[in-house]
T-cell receptor, first 111, second 111 residues
Framework: KAGVTQTPRYLIKTRGQQVTLSCSPI?????VSWYQQTPGQGLQFLFE???????NKGNFPGRFSGRQFSNSRSEMNVSTLELGDSALYLC??????????FGPGTRLTVL | ELKVEQNPLFLSMQEGKNYTIYCNYS?????LYWYRQDPGKSLESLFV?????AVKQEGRLMASLDTKARLSTLHITAAVHDLSATYFC???????????FGTGTRLAVRP
């Protein structure tokens, strides 16, 4: 089975721009979660989608948003980028066992 | 709010030695996960512990869960260099819930 894929793998943006990251879950998995990883804050939960509905949301400002499509693929969007948004963004999918399997991540650098 | 603490944060150990990483969490949860992360890479699922007293072993790693003490341990037996990585424990409160991660333990195994 193919794993979780994320695109792009690396991204460089400037402050004020917006960015869209994409995640394709493992085939058959309907839940997709997003996490932000930074050296200072560690791994923090952004949001979780299941069957196109956001079920859970972390403590991030409204600049961070996401959605899920009918094929379970998910996108997250960050608007008005700030320097502090530089991070590794990880997507994870889960199926019936609830174990979350992580993708390779998108490394976002904001200049 | 669920809090997860790991210790130590950094562990330098000699090949062939044994050691234990500890993971404490603050509220009732019966689901605990261990992940491994290599530098610049994503998270690899190691163990899922779903009940009190659960013990799982894979190679030189063994994980256990004591839900009464809200404690999980990851024991390393006869460490080898290939085990050098950062190890995270994570907890959730049920299906569809977010993962709350510990700070991670960076393990360096030296010859």
């Amino acid at each position: 089975k193919a794993g979780v894929t994320q695109t792009p793998r690396y991204l460089i943006k400037t402050r004020g721009q917006q960015v869209t990251l994409s995640c394709s879950p493992i085939s058959g998995h309907r839940s997709v979660s997003w996490y932000q990883q930074t050296p200072g804050q560690g791994l923090q939960f952004l949001f979780e989608y299941f069957s196109e509905t956001q079920r859970n949301k972390g403590n991030f400002p409204g600049r961070f948003s996401g959605r899920q499509f009918s094929n379970s693929r998910s996108e997250m969007n960050v608007s008005t980028l700030e320097l502090g948004d530089s991070a590794l963004y990880l997507c994870a999918s889960s199926g019936n066992t609830d174990t979350q399997y992580f993708g390779p991540g998108t490394r976002l650098t904001v200049l | 709010e669920l809090k997860v603490e790991q210790n130590p944060l950094f562990l330098s150990m000699q090949e062939g030695k044994n050691y234990t990483i500890y993971c404490n969490y603050s509220t009732t949860s019966d689901r605990l996960y261990w992940y491994r992360q290599d530098p610049g890479k994503s998270l690899e699922s190691l163990f899922v512990l779903l009940s009190n007293g659960a013990v799982k072993q894979e190679g030189r790693l063994m994980a256990s869960l004591d839900t009464k003490a809200r404690l999980s341990t990851l024991h390393i037996t006869a460490a080898v260099h290939d085990l050098s990585a950062t190890y995270f424990c994570a907890v959730d409160k049920g299906s569809g819930d977010k993962l709350t991660f510990g700070t991670g333990t960076r393990l360096a195994v030296r010859p």
